[in-house]
Each structure stands twice: as C-alpha cells, then as structure tokens.
C-alpha cells in the first residue's frame, strides 16, 4: 500500500503571494490532518478533515486553510504569505473517524522570501 | 535578528546498546500515546503506541512504559542501530482534542555513534 503522499516536495514563495500544498492519503483513509513544523514551534496541528468536512481546527489565523475532496484527497491553501509561514508542511492519514494513529507523509518544505 | 528555536535534547548511544527515550506529558486526561520517529528530509514515521488502560508494551526491538502517576512515557530500543539515528517524538491524544489532533512534545534527538 502506497504510503501518504505529498507534493509539492520543495516550494518557494515570495511575500504576499498564495500557495497550494496537495496531499494523497494512504488508499482507504478518510481523515486527513495537516501540521506545521518549524525549528522554533515544532509541530503545530493546522486542521482535519473527513469526508469533505473540516472537524477540528487549531490555533492559526485565517489565511490558512484547506478541503477535501470525495476521493479523501486534500489540500491546504496559504494566503498573502509571510516570512514565518516558511515551515515543513505535513499531510498525515488515519482510517476512519476514530482512529487516533496518524501516518504521515514526508511534508512540503515551504520557503517564503 | 538570533532566531530562537527549541532546544532539543540530545541522546548519544553507543551501537549495540539499548536506548532510553523519556517524555513527560502535561494532561492526566491523556488517554492515548504514540511514539515517532523522524529522520532527516522525512515525515514522522510511527514507531508504537500505548493506551492509558496499560502500561506496557512492546514491539520490533522497541518497548513503550506509561506511568499514569508521574506522567511519563518512555521508549527502549534494545541493540541500537545506526539506522536508529533521528528524531523521537512523543505524541498525546487528549480527549478534548481528537479528531487528527496530536500534542507533539519538543523531541529527543538520538546520535547512534560506531
């Protein structure tokens, strides 16, 4: 089974621009998460989705924020970037409704100058 | 300007030896733990978890211990590797969260040296 899958792998932004991360969970998974790592935060729960809802958020503002699709696909949008929005981006999977293991995929490095 | 980071804890092992990983978690409503691992240009890989109605168990060279009244996790990996080498993260579901929400702690980095 293919493992989750995230694109892009690198991105580079200037300030003030917009940007699209994709994510693919692993085939059967309905629940997808996304997270913010950075050196200073470690890692920050963004929001997750099942079935094309959003269940739970965090504390971000609202210039981020994501969908999901009928296939379990997902992707997180990021409005008028700013330098600390530079961060590894991680789309994590998990079963069903409530399964608590998350299986993450290998994240989108986003650099914002 | 200095950009401050967390600081992460280092743990240097010797190849062969076993490795202890501790983390101390804040919520006694915690019921659910995971450990990760993180190697470099990766994503969190799941190593093993635990429910809050054990205390033990125990994987492919990895044990996992919770004790409730202290609130503290802790990892063993038996026969350290060099593949061993990466981040350890602990992970806390609290019931109030849920829903794809997991309470990372800071991460123990592991040096695995020949």
């Known amino acids: 089974k293919a493992g989750v899958t995230q694109t892009p792998r690198y991105l580079i932004k200037t300030r003030g621009q917009q940007v699209t991360l994709s994510c693919s969970p692993i085939?059967?998974?309905?629940?997808v998460s996304w997270y913010q790592q950075t050196p200073g935060q470690g890692l920050q729960f963004l929001f997750e989705?099942?079935?094309?809802?959003?269940?739970n958020k965090g504390n971000f503002p609202g210039r981020f924020s994501g969908r999901q699709f009928s296939n379990s696909r997902s992707e997180m949008n990021v409005s008028t970037l700013e330098l600390g929005d530079s961060a590894l981006y991680l789309c994590?999977?998990?079963?069903?409704?409530?399964?608590?293991?998350?299986?993450f995929g290998s994240g989108t490095q986003l650099s914002v100058l | 300007g200095e950009s401050v980071g967390l600081h992460l804890p280092t743990l240097s092992v010797q190849e062969g030896d076993n490795s202890i990983i501790n983390c101390a978690y804040s919520?006694?409503?915690?019921?659910?733990f995971i450990w990760y691992k993180q190697e470099s240009g990766k994503g969190p890989q799941f190593i093993i978890d635990i429910r809050s109605n054990m205390d033990k168990r125990q994987g492919q060279r990895v044990t996992v211990l919770l004790n409730k009244t202290v609130k503290h996790l802790s990892l063993q990996i038996a026969a350290t590797q060099p593949g061993d080498s990466a981040v350890y993260f602990c992970a806390e579901n609290r019931p109030t969260d849920s829903w794809g929400k997991l309470q990372f702690g800071a991460g123990t980095q592991v040096v695995v040296t020949p």
């Open positions: 994590a999977s998990s079963s069903d409704r409530w399964e608590e293991k998350l299986f």
């Open positions: 085939s059967g998974h309905r629940s």
């Open positions: 989705y099942f079935s094309e809802t959003q269940r």
């Open positions: 919520n006694s409503a915690s019921d659910y």
